[in-house]
């Protein structure tokens, strides 16, 4: 199993960026996927979650209306797009599969003026 994030960097506040993960070594079509964040000094939290099914979506309230995760199967990727960021979006934001305990490297965000 791989998983391979990019699409991080720095941006200002109200800023956007595009997260992807892309996947391999698994059935990518039927697992759900997650992104969590750990911020500087804070625990790993779970951001936004899609099931095999695309209707099945989660997203923590600290995100919800501002993050939207999306998935291409033919692509075996997903996407974190995140609108509006503030500076407490700054996180090291991984990609996770579930069902299979399997995590990505991380990519970095920030969110700084």
């Known amino acids: 199993v791989q998983l391979v994030e990019s699409g991080g960097g720095l941006v200002q506040p109200g800023g956007s960026l595009r997260l992807s993960c892309a996947a391999s070594g698994f059935t990518f079509s039927r697992a759900t996927m997650s992104w969590y964040r750990q911020g500087p000094g804070k625990e790993r939290e779970e951001v936004a979650t899609i099931g095999s099914a695309p209707s099945m979506l989660y997203y923590a309230d600290s995100v919800k209306g501002r993050f939207t995760i999306s998935r291409a199967n033919t692509k075996n990727t997903v996407y974190l797009q995140m609108n509006s960021l503030k500076p407490e979006d700054t996180a090291v934001y991984y990609c996770?599969?579930?069902?299979?305990?399997?995590w990505g490297q991380g990519t970095q965000v920030t969110v700084s003026a």
């Open positions: 996770y599969v579930p069902t299979l305990g399997y």
